[in-house]
């Protein structure tokens, strides 16, 4: 299996600046995607920002020229970087990453997800 652990969470005053990371461990063959969707209360998760294994990036029309994705293949970690942090901002974000792993030898096809980290943002 393919774990997801993310960190970078925390309370911002809005206009501030906040970056999560999240690094994947386990038996990777290939990460296809990696990705972070975020769900606020009472609302349904949804996606934030994705980057493909070639550094193709999408956004959300809601962050585009406020928040960065990248991403590390070496180290199997995918950074969000946020600026100009709004009160809407504010939700759980959670980590997703998609891919092949080994399990004994035998090729499998793997859609993890982190535990998620809070975003606050005071206005």
């Known amino acids: 299996q393919v774990q997801l652990v993310e960190s970078g969470g925390g309370l911002v005053q809005a206009g501030g600046s906040l970056r999560l990371s999240c690094a994947a461990s386990g038996s990777i063959l290939s990460i296809n995607a990696m990705g972070w969707y975020r769900q606020a209360p009472g609302k349904q998760r949804e996606l934030v920002a994705a980057i493909t294994s070639g550094g193709s990036t999408n956004y959300a029309d809601s962050v585009k020229g406020r928040f960065t994705i990248s991403r590390d293949n070496a180290k199997n970690t995918v950074p969000l970087q946020m600026n100009s942090l709004k009160p809407e901002d504010t939700a759980v974000y959670y980590c997703?990453?998609?891919?092949?792993?080994?399990?004994?030898?035998?090729?499998?096809?793997?859609?993890?997800w982190g535990q998620g980290t809070q975003v606050t943002v005071s206005s």
């Open positions: 997703h990453a998609e891919g092949y792993y080994t399990d004994y030898g035998i090729l499998r096809e793997y859609d993890s």
